[in-house]
């Protein structure tokens, strides 16, 4: 349906200014399933939904600690996003080998584009397929970033990427301003009740589809996954009342 | 265009009949495309950098995604087209700073550093393993012979300026740039007519929300390239807007 | 490559040409002070009276160098590089002292593999969110922090009297009066040390390097006057 001449690689520019094999990548992660990251003044936080692929199998792993103080989120190919995350380790273990300090997150994510970028502009690579969000506390406080494909990144106060994502964002966009002050408890139910704005109808949020990650000032970036997700999960539960933010929207899909 | 789609225009190592390389004029409209303007003024006492940027969400910190980096302390760099392929040349330019230094223990002129990366920007249209650059790219820059202004583009062309702009809104800026009085005009006079440009060309029915971004590299500064300071910018931004506004 | 014969292996630094001397610091209450004296010796034969031994390397960090001049010279040149490609990434955040300080032991240490080390035995001060921090690395690639430190020389004259004055309540008056004393001390009993000094602190205003100040000697001493005891000649 795209099909064209210009197309099949990353090294040619169609006559409108285009790269079409960067915008097929990027298109890569929007078929990945969800994943939001939100930071107050004291965390920043991402989530994400995991898929499996039948039901004798395990759920794939989407969220990846970094270093004690960041991790990161993915949508699209998991694969790709392993390489990213073993990359951003690397560069975070030789940092503190070298200066027995933490790597700025800001820092590593341009960092992590700059590489991207290389790949897409040369013959005999292809674009990484993946975007991820970055959650992180250092110097600077918490920040929660996004990379994609093209090797471009941005800075938000939340943000959410990945399949079905843009019901998510609209979730976000309403409130984010309200969530510089929040707990973390409440931070998590920012999280998942957002990302259950990307669900497919008829679909749930359960302790084996869903997995977070949070970091805050000097504090270990911790996974909350399978049993740790369940508190969580009944506290949006009864904050599924009528009338409540996430029942409604749900209805609109 | 006439040769569009018939196969001249596929790789740039490939010459068209006509003697066109077409990868490299796909480049060029790459950067007429993206969605950002920048400029840039030569002043008696340094030199301005401008750009103008859409915010693609309201999420977005305010002031993180910048369009106008360092290369050196002497030496900025205002960047039109696509971002990452911005960056990149934005990299080797902080190599080609730190690689001169090294060599000769001082800081490198500007019109050396705009003649490295026009060069690195031509040897990505010679190739065809690489592409050329999606960025045109300014470079204001102060050392021993003063405040200079160069521009670089795809093709590996670059020029010096007194004035100059780049990326979507070029041709309308340059032709206001060229009303001002360009061998009088001070960096703080030069601040908020760059800002009235920026709003004068924005064409506020395809973005609504953008930002502009201000630096220079000029004797207040310390002969150091700065974003400017902070109040600077607001009262600019003010003046763009009223100018904005009187001529509606 | 030649394979080259045994009796003339290749070699490297092997001595250190033109040195400075002890270079001395100390925490006190507010900041962290360091202190070198100004000359840079060639054997004994003082070289050049004028140099500098102590250097601001980024807003809040300092260094205070001992041994070979351009070794350090180079390690500047490393640090200034540093400095720049901060300046480039601009994000609000900057290097702290340890950082620095981590970062110059590897480059000691791994010149040091090499066997081709940068012949320095050097100080690092900063200070930061009320917290001042004094370290210490050499061309070993050992790395330490302390409250007081001193290089070479100055680590038998200057150490015992800072280990006996030393307080962490103490003014920055009080620091600079020890840091006198003992480059005095230095000065009385280091034939390469000189009464010509300079004195620098980092606190929260930022790094200040002082202009050099000379000091007064006492050399009235009894003993000094009379001589040598054993050839009653007026040497020793």
Same mark, same amino acid.
């Given at each position: ?253 | ?62 002031? %993180? ?184 | ?140 690639? %050992? ?94």
């Amino acid at each position: 349906m795209f099909r064209n001449q210009y197309d099949t690689d990353c090294i040619t520019w169609s006559p409108a200014g285009r790269i079409h094999q960067i915008e097929y990548a990027m298109e890569a992660v929007k078929q990945g399933s969800a994943a939001v990251g939100l930071r107050s003044k004291t965390h920043a936080l991402v989530a994400s939904i995991k898929k499996s692929s039948n039901e004798l199998s395990s759920y794939q792993k989407k969220i990846f600690k970094i270093d004690e103080h960041m991790g990161i989120a993915i949508a699209g190919l998991v694969p790709d996003g392993r390489v990213l995350a073993k990359y951003m380790r690397s560069e975070c273990l030789n940092y503190r080998f070298v200066y027995d300090g933490p790597l700025q997150v800001g820092r590593l994510v341009a960092q992590v584009a700059d590489k991207s970028q290389l790949g897409t502009q040369r013959a005999g690579h292809r674009p990484y397929g993946v975007g991820l969000l970055v959650a992180g506390y250092d110097q600077t406080g918490p920040h929660i970033f996004q990379t994609c494909p093209s090797g471009n990144f941005w800075e938000y106060h939340a943000f959410a990427i990945g399949s079905r994502s843009q019901a998510a964002r609209t979730y976000l966009e309403r409130r984010f301003e309200a969530f510089e002050e929040l707990p973390l408890d409440e931070l998590v139910m920012h999280a998942l009740l957002s990302l259950r704005e990307t669900l497919a109808a008829g679909a749930e949020l359960t302790t084996s589809n869903v997995a977070l990650g949070y970091v805050t000032a000097g504090g270990t970036f911790t996974v909350l996954e399978d049993e740790a997700v369940q508190p969580y999960l009944d506290m949006i539960g009864q904050a599924d009342a009528p009338g409540a933010p996430g029942a409604a929207a749900q209805m609109e899909e | 265009m006439a040769s569009i789609g018939t196969g001249y225009d596929q790789s740039t190592s490939t010459f068209s009949p006509d003697g066109r390389i077409f990868q490299v004029e796909y480049a060029v409209k790459a950067v007429d495309t993206s969605g950002s303007t920048a400029i840039g003024v030569k002043c008696v006492d340094g030199v301005v950098l401008a750009v103008e940027k859409s915010l693609v969400s309201k999420m977005m910190v305010h002031n %993180t995604h910048k369009r106008i980096f360092h290369l050196d302390e002497h030496i900025g760099m205002a960047v039109s087209g696509v971002q990452a392929d911005a960056r990149n040349v934005m990299n080797r330019g902080r190599g080609e700073a730190t690689q001169y230094r090294s060599t000769y223990g001082d800081a490198i002129p500007g019109d050396v550093i705009a003649t490295r990366l026009a060069g690195y920007m031509h040897l990505h249209t010679m190739y065809w393993w690489l592409r050329p650059f999606g960025t045109s790219v300014l470079i204001g820059s102060y050392d021993q012979d003063g405040p200079q202004l160069h521009d670089v583009d795809p093709s590996g062309l670059s020029y010096r300026h007194f004035a100059a702009a780049v990326g979507k809104a070029k041709t309308a800026a340059k032709s206001q740039l060229e009303k001002l009085p360009l061998s009088t005009l001070t960096c703080r006079q030069a601040v908020p007519e760059l800002a009235k440009i920026m709003y004068s060309i924005h064409d506020d029915l395809k973005e609504k929300t953008f930002e502009i971004e201000i630096s220079w590299v000029c004797e207040e500064s310390g002969k150091k390239h700065t974003h400017i300071p902070a109040d600077l910018l607001t009262s600019a931004v003010a003046a763009g807007k009223a100018a904005k506004e009187a001529e509606e | 490559m030649f394979a080259q014969p045994a009796d003339d292996p290749r070699k490297n630094t092997l001595r250190p040409m033109v040195t400075g001397t002890s270079a001395i610091g100390i925490k006190y209450k507010g900041g962290v002070m360091v202190a070198t004296d100004t000359i840079a010796c060639y054997g004994n034969w003082i070289r050049y009276k004028d140099v500098q031994r102590i250097h601001a390397v980024s807003k809040d960090t300092l260094i205070a160098m001992n041994g070979e001049m351009s070794d350090y010279q180079k390690v500047l040149q490393i640090l200034e590089q540093k400095r720049l490609a901060e300046y480039c990434v601009d994000d609000g955040s900057t290097q702290t002292s340890a950082e620095l300080h981590s970062y110059l032991t590897r480059v000691m240490y791994q010149k040091r593999c090499k066997f081709d080390p940068l012949w320095n035995m050097l100080l690092v001060g900063g200070f930061r969110n009320g917290e001042a921090y004094l370290g210490y690395t050499d061309l070993y690639g %050992t790395h330490f922090e302390d409250n007081f430190l001193a290089t070479g020389l100055g680590m038998y004259m200057a150490l015992p009297l800072m280990r006996n004055q030393w307080t962490p309540e103490m003014s920055e008056a009080d620091a600079r009066a020890l840091l006198q004393m003992a480059l005095k001390i230095c000065y009385y009993r280091d034939t390469r040390a000189s009464n010509k000094v300079q004195i620098a602190r980092v606190d929260a205003s930022g790094v200040h390097i002082d202009e050099p100040i000379t000091l007064q000697g006492e050399w009235n001493h009894a003993r000094f006057v009379e001589g040598g005891a054993k050839s009653g000649d007026g040497g020793w």
